[in-house]
């Protein structure tokens, strides 16, 4: 027996037997009828994040043991970027909520940060709330300081910020779309007139210097050259990498698209 979230008792076979039927598209009544577990027990397992239950796990924030790696490596990655860029989880009376604060200027970043929480949280959908200059894109679920375990009293530039070694494996699989997401949260890319010539530049601003250099270490992986403006500002100016940025960025008024991002065999 093994104990799933709520506190109730059931088989690990019912919980496979559950999502077998549901991927068949059979309704939450059906299912109930079927095998016998309550419809609201399948109504919760139905909106479940992509999580593997081996047992109830007092060292887990919210009681589950995940399986990160079947976590989907391009949203996460991004979301993890828009997490540490502008991001953060507060706590409720009874669940986590993930905000990110969001320019309002630029809608399409605001629908992909959506579409990022909606991939990562599948069987939920992300909000959004209009603050002033910006719009709030958040969730509520208990599992939020599981999947982003840099969460902690605070503010992020006060306390140490590293990747779990789960969370370094999706960025590697998905190391654009981590960048991506740093630079719609926390940077620009400018068009600025170098002595008539008219030149792009990206920066990247962050009080966080550990936040900082996980995005220097992702530019370092693509090969992209980077230098320090200031002490929490650091820029891409040369002709090729802004050029390198540009086909996987761009303005940020641009739609970017989601990469299709191979994972490595087992």
Known sequence: ?????????????????????????????????????????????????????????????????????????????????LYLGDGCISRTRKVWRLRIALDEKYPTIITRCREAIDAVMPGQHAATVQKKGCVEVYLYSKHWPCFFPQHGPGRKHDRRIALDEWQRDLVDQATEEFIVGLIHSGGCRVVANDRGVMSVRYHFTNLSEDIVNLFTGALDQLGIHWRRSSRKQLSIYRKADTARLDEFIGPKSRLVPWPCVQRPAS
Not at 11 to 22: A, G, Y
Request: hydrophobic share 35%; charged share 20%; net charge negative.
């Open 1 to 81: 027996m093994t104990t799933i979230d709520g506190g109730s008792v059931r088989n690990l076979d019912e919980f496979d037997h559950v999502q077998s039927l549901i991927a068949t598209g059979m309704n939450d009544c059906a299912i109930s009828r079927e095998t016998g577990v309550p419809r609201s027990t399948v109504r919760d397992w139905r909106v479940r994040p992509p999580t593997t239950l081996v047992k109830h796990d007092r060292s887990s924030p919210c009681g589950v043991v995940h399986e990160f790696t079947l976590l989907p490596a391009a949203p996460y990655a991004y979301l993890l970027g």
